[in-house]
C-alpha cells in the first residue's frame, strides 16, 4: 500500500487530518500553478478541457467505463449520476462525513472531492465492486453480524474505509481503528458496533482470506 495512507496512521494524525491536508495542500497548488491563462497555456501546447464535456475513461471495479463529463464534474457526481453506482453517497459534500468513500489506487478518497477527470487511468473500487448480498466480503460480513448500521447512509463509505484500512493495519488495536476510521462519521452513532465490525473483520481475513 501506499507511504501516503500509512503517514495517516501515524500516532496523532488521525484520517480526517491527514485527508484535510491533502485538501489544503491541493489548494495551495492550484494557488501557484493556476495563474496561466489559457492562451499561455496554448502557446506552450497544454491541452485546454472544457468547459464543454470531455470524453474520460474511468476504471471502477476492474471494468472500464467510458463517458463524457465536464472537468467540474466530481468523481461522486460521475458514479451516481452518469453510471448509476449509487452505492457511494452524497451526503454532506464538503470531504467531511465520509459517506462517499471509496478506493483510488489503495487508498480511501472521499469521491466528493476529487474530479472525475483526476480518476482517469486510476484503479477505483467502489461499494458496489466488494461484494454482493450473496457473496460478502468479510468486511460487510462482519457488519451484519454486529448491527453495525443504522439508517445506512454511512455505512457503504464505512464499509469501503474499513476495507482499505484493514490492507494496511491486518492487526489493529481498538484504537487503531478509531484513528484510522476517524475520517467517518455515523450521525446514528453506531460507533461501538462498527468499531466491534471491524476488530472482527481482522481476524476473518488473517491468513488472506
Do not use: W
Not at 487508498?107 to 482517469?120: G, I, R, W
Not at 445506512?152 to 484500512?165: E, K, M, R
Not at 481498538?174 to 475520517?183: H, K
Not at 455515523?186 to 481475513?205: E, N, P, S
Amino acid at each position: 500500500m501506499s507511504e501516503k495512507l500509512k503517514s495517516s496512521q501515524v500516532p496523532g494524525v488521525s484520517r480526517r487530518g491527514f485527508l484535510k491536508g491533502l485538501g489544503v495542500s491541493g489548494v495551495a497548488t492550484g494557488l501557484l500553478t493556476g495563474t496561466e491563462t489559457p492562451t499561455e497555456a496554448a502557446e506552450r501546447g497544454s491541452p485546454i478541457k472544457g468547459p464543454g464535456e470531455i470524453p474520460i475513461t474511468l476504471q471502477i471495479n476492474g471494468k472500464k467505463h467510458q463517458l463524457s463529463v465536464e472537468p467540474r464534474v466530481t468523481l461522486l457526481d460521475a458514479l451516481r449520476n452518469r453510471l448509476d453506482l449509487t452505492g457511494s453517497k452524497k451526503v454532506c459534500d464538503r470531504g467531511t462525513c465520509g459517506a462517499c468513500t471509496v478506493i483510488v489506487d489503495g487508498q480511501p478518497v472521499y469521491s466528493c472531492s476529487m474530479l472525475a477527470v483526476e480518476a482517469e487511468g486510476r484503479a477505483i473500487t467502489t461499494i458496489e465492486g466488494l461484494g454482493t448480498a450473496e457473496n460478502m466480503n468479510p468486511v460487510q460480513k462482519a457488519f451484519v453480524k454486529h448491527d453495525a448500521q443504522q439508517c445506512g447512509f454511512c455505512t457503504p463509505g464505512f464499509v469501503v474505509a474499513c476495507t482499505a484500512f484493514l490492507k494496511t493495519n491486518p492487526n489493529p488495536t481498538l484504537e487503531d481503528a478509531r484513528t484510522g476510521l476517524g475520517g467517518n462519521l455515523c450521525r446514528c452513532g453506531t460507533y461501538a458496533g462498527i468499531m466491534d465490525a471491524v476488530l472482527d473483520a481482522a481476524k476473518m481475513t488473517k491468513g488472506g482470506a
